[in-house]
């Protein structure tokens, strides 16, 4: 890797290194390759469904930053590719999700994109909107209950769920309590098909903190450094007793909803190209080239590296087996499954 030129222009880190820096643009990478992997398999009629994160790979690789592993717990929404892979999921672990197949961690069972695994401290969920938020503050809530001091919970979602009842009454649960919770709203301005403005009336959302009892604050989800910064100071409050607090991180859907929705249908081309000049992955690679943690020749070779770890985790994820219907009701119910038993 490059080494820092004395006469690079000044890269205001708060506090990461040259090596947390680059894995942070590494993650954002594979996010955007892995993003593309998924849209591909489908339009070739390998995978029923695919979702997309471009647009929010600044924002998850900073705040997977953040976390701590071993001792966090991360609840996810479906749109958290990067968030996964920064806690510690593979490419392979991803390809498996996305192909169904029997190694998944949840057996082929899941839908694509709906990630979990004990080992990295990240939740199961559902697809329904604020459905995993309750499930989230009841993890918060048992770590206070036993005392696990320097534990926190990272639960994500999107400007949609907001909306949702789940949502609210789970905030005031957690302020009311004082819970080890950090609430991180990733703002991308749609709720599938629906604009911010026709979906609420106070578009800025960390501002409903104040409401509940609890900080809230907004920050450039463009931007991983800064977004680092907002999710570590949340987190670290959150470990050291300071309660919970809600924190929105601005950025953009650039793909449909997923490979099942025409977003043409409600926006145009010329606003998605608008957005897309704040496209944050050749932004941030823009920026370490000039402060002189990479060079082109660093960029390059990542890509390439990226792209042999995509191909290899898709070629063995495919050429695994499928669950096999025997195995339909396991883990469903303890002991016997049948109704008559």
């Known amino acids: 890797m490059a080494k820092t030129d004395t006469k690079a222009k000044a890269l205001d880190r708060r506090g990461l290194t040259d090596e947390q820096l680059r894995q942070m643009f590494r993650n954002m990478l594979l996010q955007r390759q892995l993003d593309n992997r998924g849209f591909q398999l489908n339009r070739q009629g390998k995978v029923p469904f695919a979702l997309g994160s471009e647009g929010h790979e600044a924002l998850q690789a900073g705040a997977a930053m953040a976390f701590e592993r071993g001792k966090d717990i991360l609840a996810p929404y479906y749109r958290d590719l990067g968030l996964a892979l920064g806690i510690g999921l593979t490419p392979y672990e991803i390809m498996l999700s996305i192909f169904a197949r029997a190694a998944d961690h949840n057996g082929g069972r899941q839908f694509p994109n709906h990630y979990s695994s004990k080992a990295a401290g990240l939740m199961s969920f559902s697809s329904i909107l604020a459905a995993h938020i309750p499930h989230a503050v009841g993890a918060a809530y048992a770590i206070k209950y036993r005392g696990e001091a320097g534990r926190a919970v990272l639960v994500t979602c999107g400007d949609g769920t907001t909306s949702e009842g ?148 898709t070629d063995k994820a495919e050429a695994m087996p499928y669950p096999q219907a025997s195995d339909l009701y396991t883990h469903l119910y303890e002991g016997a499954w049948q109704p008559w038993q």
């Not at 929705?261 to 606003?271: H, V």
Request: charged share 30%; glycine share 6%; hydrophobic share 40%.
């Open 166 to 313: 789940e949502w609210h009454e789970s905030m005031n649960f957690a302020a009311v309590h004082k819970l080890p919770l950090v609430m991180l709203v990733e703002n991308n301005e749609w709720a599938i098909s629906t604009p911010l403005d026709k979906q609420m009336g106070q578009p800025e959302i960390w501002k409903r903190a104040a409401g509940y009892g609890m900080p809230g604050k907004r920050f450039n989800g463009f931007d991983p450094i800064e977004t680092y910064e907002a999710v570590k100071e949340a987190l670290d409050r959150a470990r050291s007793g300071g309660g919970p607090s809600i924190i929105e991180g601005h950025c953009y859907r650039f793909l449909a909803h997923s490979t099942d929705d025409n977003d043409m249908t409600y926006r145009t081309k010329e606003l998605v190209a608008e957005a897309r000049k704040n496209d944050p992955v050749p932004a941030f690679e823009h920026r370490l080239i000039e402060a002189g943690v990479m060079n082109a020749a660093d960029v390059e070779a990542l890509r390439k590296d990226v792209l042999r770890e995509t191909n290899e985790a």
